[in-house]
């Protein structure tokens, strides 16, 4: 966990107004005893996780793809080679949909910009760290032009169906 506490307290700001301006449908579903906290997000979402990432095309036109995505500092961060046609969207239409769902278990969705990422970020070295010791070589070393993104969501829920006995099964404390 990268997490600071000023971090998991805006984020959990933030799915708290989420989760209180979705529908009706959407908070039958995920409702108290399925929502997912900041601190239990941070503590599930460790690792890679398989995020299904949608852009929009120059014409409108949803696309969606799979990225390895990392939640570092309360949000996911994500690359992709700037040849990558995401890229080319990325660059142009910067609004993004995010998911990333586990089985039945859990599953975050949401909505924002990507924020492209540069060594004059405050948090580049840690990030470009953690994926360097998790891949066991520098991204950077993949291809001529690889990117790294910041998801920063405007709209974002966490959701697990049995929350206590996926908490549990995963080792993790409920907050």
């Given at each position: 966990m990268y997490e600071t506490d000023d971090e998991l307290a805006a984020l959990q700001t933030l799915l708290d107004a989420s989760h209180g301006t979705a529908t009706k449908h959407l908070r039958d579903i995920i409702n108290d005893e399925r929502t997912l906290s900041a601190t239990d997000l941070a503590a599930l979402l460790t690792g890679m996780k398989v995020l299904s990432l949608a852009t929009v095309t120059a014409r409108g036109e949803p696309r969606i793809s799979a990225v390895d995505g990392h939640f570092l500092h309360a949000t996911w961060?994500?690359?992709?080679?700037?040849?990558?046609?995401?890229?080319?969207?990325?660059?142009?239409?910067?609004?993004?949909s995010v998911a990333h769902i586990d089985n039945e278990e859990i599953a975050v969705f949401g909505h924002g910009q990507a924020e492209r990422m540069s060594e004059a970020d405050t948090d580049w070295a840690q990030t470009l760290e953690h994926w360097t010791a998790h891949y066991g070589s520098s991204p950077l070393t993949w291809g001529d032009d690889i990117r790294f993104y910041r998801f920063r969501p405007h709209w974002i829920v966490g959701y697990a169906w049995k929350r206590s006995e996926v908490l549990a099964k995963r080792g993790i404390t409920p907050a």
């Amino acid at each position: 966990m990268y997490e600071t506490d000023d971090e998991l307290a805006a984020l959990q700001t933030l799915l708290d107004a989420s989760h209180g301006t979705a529908t009706k449908h959407l908070r039958d579903i995920i409702n108290d005893e399925r929502t997912l906290s900041a601190t239990d997000l941070a503590a599930l979402l460790t690792g890679m996780k398989v995020l299904s990432l949608a852009t929009v095309t120059a014409r409108g036109e949803p696309r969606i793809s799979a990225v390895d995505g990392h939640f570092l500092h309360a949000t996911w961060t994500f690359s992709t080679s700037g040849a990558a046609a995401k890229a080319k969207h990325l660059e142009h239409r910067p609004a993004v949909s995010v998911a990333h769902i586990d089985n039945e278990e859990i599953a975050v969705f949401g909505h924002g910009q990507a924020e492209r990422m540069s060594e004059a970020d405050t948090d580049w070295a840690q990030t470009l760290e953690h994926w360097t010791a998790h891949y066991g070589s520098s991204p950077l070393t993949w291809g001529d032009d690889i990117r790294f993104y910041r998801f920063r969501p405007h709209w974002i829920v966490g959701y697990a169906w049995k929350r206590s006995e996926v908490l549990a099964k995963r080792g993790i404390t409920p907050a």
